[in-house]
């Protein structure tokens, strides 16, 4: 059985984790017979989106308390992350990993990676542990990666993603929904998920491959 710690950042897609990708890595995680803790960021977060319109809402949400709607109260503070604890780290997507785990949002490919999560992710890979992501979580890796090491990473399919992928020396690789890609080497492991059309069924896959790889 291995050890996972998942790091959410809120919870709704638009200002968020992103709901399905975050349940499903859960529950492929159980399935598969893994322990996983969940972990967030003790922040406000950067804006509030009604899910229902997609208007921004005039008030302010916790990252962290948010997350726990997800994780049922099953949360830690993203500050007490120990890469020694764990066999893996995951990061769900949803625009969150942009606004709330990052600066992707405001400054696009010149961005800046949240410090906790970005000193959890050099210690993972220090530490020869994998790492994990899903949906436009991926860009976060990248950027922590930038200069250091070109890593096999996937976006999907749309040309838009993979040039920013390039444009941070990455090495983009297109896949389809149900597909998950391995770079083997440095075992990093990231599948589209919603950078790809709708498709529950075919994420769930895509997820299910990725996990099988993550954690072993």
């Not at 017979?33 to 009604?50: L, S, T, W």
């Not at 749309?158 to 920013?164: G, Q, S, T």
């Not at 690789?173 to 709708?198: F, G, H, L, R, W």
């Given at each position: 059985?291995?050890?996972?710690?998942?790091?959410?950042?809120?919870?709704?897609h638009?200002?968020?984790?992103?709901?399905?990708?975050?349940?499903?890595?859960?529950?492929?995680?159980?399935?598969q017979?893994?322990?996983y803790?969940?972990?967030?960021?003790?922040?406000?977060?950067?804006?509030?989106?009604n899910?229902?319109?997609?208007?921004?809402l005039?008030?302010t949400?916790?990252?962290?308390?948010?997350s726990a709607?997800?994780a049922?109260?099953?949360?830690?503070?993203?500050?007490?992350?120990?890469?020694?604890?764990?066999?893996?780290?995951?990061?769900?997507?949803?625009?969150?990993?942009?606004?709330?785990?990052?600066?992707?949002?405001?400054?696009?490919e010149?961005?800046?990676?949240?410090?906790?999560?970005?000193?959890?992710?050099?210690?993972?890979?220090?530490?020869?542990?994998?790492i994990?992501?899903?949906c436009?979580?991926?860009?976060?890796?990248?950027?922590?990666?930038?200069?250091?090491?070109?890593?096999?990473?996937?976006l999907?399919?749309?040309?838009?993603?993979?040039?920013v992928?390039?444009?941070?020396?990455?090495?983009?690789?297109?896949a389809?929904?149900?597909?998950?890609?391995?770079?083997?080497e440095?075992?990093?492991?990231?599948?589209?998920?919603?950078?790809?059309?709708?498709?529950?069924?075919?994420?769930?896959?895509?997820?299910?491959?990725?996990?099988?790889e993550?954690v072993?």
């Amino acid at each position: 059985m291995g050890r996972v710690a998942v790091v959410l950042s809120g919870c709704g897609h638009l200002d968020g984790s992103e709901i399905h990708e975050s349940v499903l890595c859960l529950l492929h995680l159980e399935n598969q017979g893994h322990f996983y803790q969940c972990f967030a960021p003790d922040v406000e977060q950067k804006k509030v989106v009604n899910h229902l319109n997609e208007e921004k809402l005039d008030e302010t949400r916790n990252v962290l308390t948010e997350s726990a709607r997800i994780a049922r109260g099953k949360i830690k503070p993203l500050s007490e992350i120990k890469a020694y604890d764990f066999d893996a780290l995951l990061i769900p997507g949803g625009f969150g990993a942009a606004l709330n785990l990052s600066t992707f949002a405001e400054g696009g490919e010149d961005f800046e990676v949240l410090e906790d999560l970005h000193n959890a992710i050099e210690e993972f890979h220090n530490l020869k542990k994998s790492i994990g992501a899903t949906c436009i979580a991926t860009i976060i890796i990248a950027k922590v990666f930038q200069g250091k090491k070109r890593l096999k990473l996937t976006l999907g399919t749309d040309a838009k993603f993979i040039k920013v992928l390039e444009n941070l020396n990455m090495d983009p690789v297109p896949a389809s929904v149900d597909e998950s890609v391995a770079d083997i080497e440095n075992k990093i492991y990231t599948t589209p998920c919603y950078m790809q059309p709708d498709d529950l069924k075919g994420l769930s896959e895509g997820i299910e491959k990725m996990i099988k790889e993550l954690v072993i």
